[in-house]
């Protein structure tokens, strides 16, 4: 079945750059999109990112666009997230989500998620 | 693109049937998801294309609506349905998500 598994997170420094992963299994993941998806604490959810199959297109929100890059090894199966110039904002749980299909089309499995907490 | 869902919470009790509205700010054909997410955990896809079931979902829970409007309905809520619903348009990006409706027990 498919496994989606995020790590990386912990507590952060304002400005400082950790970088998240996500291990990917039981689907062939070179054949999908891969999200971020990040959730503040009691907040709801706000889109970061995603980009496509074989990493040739990315999109951003604006709020993470110029500092958040996001990338894939497809033969590692795993998607990383290079966080940058991190602010207390950016403080979540960030959840990384496959795409159900091809185009226009809805993130059909997500992870349990990773804290980042941004704090001096 | 921005959603707005109302309401924000309800309460409401077993058997209750449930309707919860997406308002896109712009016309986004059928591309609208619903999600489903339980404290502590990640967001479960529940339907797609506005109105498609995905699989395993049980069939209590439906979606309709289009270009601007949509609703997710729960016709007879089970106690496992307490949780909070997201819409997500997949017209464009940046995907927006709705706000959110928390579903309480009443």
């Known amino acids: 079945q498919v496994q989606l598994v995020e790590s990386g997170g912990g507590v952060v420094q304002p400005g400082r750059s950790p970088r998240l992963s996500c291990a990917a299994s039981?689907?062939?993941?070179?054949?999908?999109?891969m999200n971020w998806v990040r959730q503040a604490p009691g907040k709801g959810l706000e889109w970061v990112a995603v980009?496509?199959?074989?990493?040739?297109?990315?999109y951003y929100a604006d709020s993470v666009k110029g500092r958040f890059t996001i990338s894939r090894d497809n033969s590692k199966n795993t998607l990383f997230l290079q966080m940058n110039s991190l602010r207390a904002e950016d403080t979540a749980v960030y959840y990384c989500?496959?795409?159900?299909?091809?185009?226009?089309?809805?993130?059909?499995?997500w992870g349990q998620g990773t804290l980042v907490t941004v704090s001096s | 693109i921005q959603l707005t869902q109302s309401p924000s919470s309800l309460s409401a009790s077993v058997g209750d049937r449930v309707i919860i509205t997406c308002r896109a700010s712009?016309?986004?054909?059928?591309?609208l998801a619903w999600y489903q997410q339980k404290p502590g955990k990640g967001p479960k896809l529940l339907i797609y294309?506005?109105?498609t079931l995905q699989s395993g979902v049980p069939s209590r829970f439906s979606g309709s609506g289009s270009g601007t409007d949509f609703t997710l309905t729960i016709s007879s809520l089970q106690p496992e349905d307490f949780a909070t619903y997201y819409c997500?348009?997949?017209?464009?990006?940046?995907?927006?998500f709705g706000q959110g409706t928390k579903v309480e027990i009443k």
């Open positions: 039981g689907f062939p993941f070179s054949s999908y999109g």
């Open positions: 997500q348009q997949v017209d464009s990006y940046p995907r927006a």
């Open positions: 980009i496509s199959s074989d990493g040739s297109n990315k």
């Open positions: 294309a506005a109105s």
């Open positions: 989500a496959k795409d159900l299909g091809v185009g226009s089309t809805p993130l059909g499995y």
């Open positions: 712009q016309g986004i054909s059928s591309y």
